[in-house]
């Protein structure tokens, strides 16, 4: 997964780590993920509060969890729209659902559209899957709910006090333990994919309320799969560095 790497040269190191979306069933020991989240937690904070918890899913917890939102899912597949955000908003009008996290229903905005398109395109076309072939990209989304077949979840929540700076620092440390993953052999991807049912995984895991629901990460051994071959583009540093007002005049 993500080709060699030096874990001395941190260009490379850090480039080599790719998302994760199929794995294989064997499990990562308990000591492991305690590691990476301690890994995590080097990260800076504000303040340093570390505003966040994480909820770990693996056995019966983890299984029970892929079968609700694989459930749920199959209800969203019967809403219309195009892509699975105009699903779950047509499902949220419908059944009252998502339980969480309304920010996802929204489309992108037009400055982010086209790469949000790129993505998909290439991802699917990576998949040889045709855009117009719905119940195969049912299929392939359907595979985030069952975390890739991943035998951990993590599901990180950010204290609702601190808004953005919270969100911040969760993802300061959630790079910093998928690094830390990539570095111990394991992949991790992601998943906004399952913030949308934020009841669900309170009805498994004690969390105060003052919290809620930012992503999944699942994590465990990559696959040869297919997918796992799948590189990103990456943009270049020119597309983000803000030109200074000066040289416009
Ligand atoms: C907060 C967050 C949520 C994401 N949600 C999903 C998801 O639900 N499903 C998925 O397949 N990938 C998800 N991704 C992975 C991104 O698509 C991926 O990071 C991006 O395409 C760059 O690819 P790379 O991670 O391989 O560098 C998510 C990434 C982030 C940071």
């Known amino acids: 997964m993500g ?26 020991a308990d000591e492991l993920i305690e590691r ?9 904070s504000w303040s340093n509060t570390r505003p966040f918890v994480v909820a770990v899913a693996k056995g019966d917890v983890r299984d029970r969890l892929s ?27 419908r059944k009252g659902l998502p339980t969480s996290n309304w920010l996802v229903i929204r489309p992108y905005h037009k400055d982010l559209i086209p790469r949000s398109r790129r993505i998909g395109k ?12 719905k119940k195969a990209r049912d299929e392939f989304w359907a595979r985030n709910y069952e975390f890739f077949g991943a035998p951990v979840e993590l599901f990180l929540f950010t204290h609702k006090s601190l808004g953005k700076f919270a969100a911040s620092d969760a993802g300061l440390f959630m790079q910093n333990l998928m690094l830390s993953a990539h570095s111990q052999g394991l992949g991790t991807c992601a998943q906004g994919a399952v913030a949308v049912w934020e009841d669900a995984v309170r009805k498994e895991f ?22 796992n071959q799948f590189g990103a583009n990456r943009i270049t540093p020119s597309e983000i560095i803000l030109p200074e007002k000066n040289n416009d005049r």
């Open 67 to 93: 079968i609700e939102f694989l459930k749920r899912f199959e209800l969203l597949k019967s809403a219309q729209g195009e892509g699975i955000f105009g699903k779950i908003k047509a499902l949220f009008r």
């Open 122 to 133: 290439e991802l699917y076309s990576h998949m040889g899957i045709e855009r117009e072939d």
């Open 3 to 28: 080709g060699q790497f030096n874990a001395h040269d941190f260009s490379s190191f850090a480039s080599s780590r790719r998302s994760t979306r199929d794995f294989l069933p064997n499990p990562v």
């Open 206 to 227: 004690k969390i105060s309320k003052n919290y809620s629901l930012l992503c999944g990460i699942c994590v465990g051994y990559p696959s040869e799969g297919k997918i």
């Open 36 to 44: 990476i989240i301690a890994d995590g937690l080097t990260s800076p």
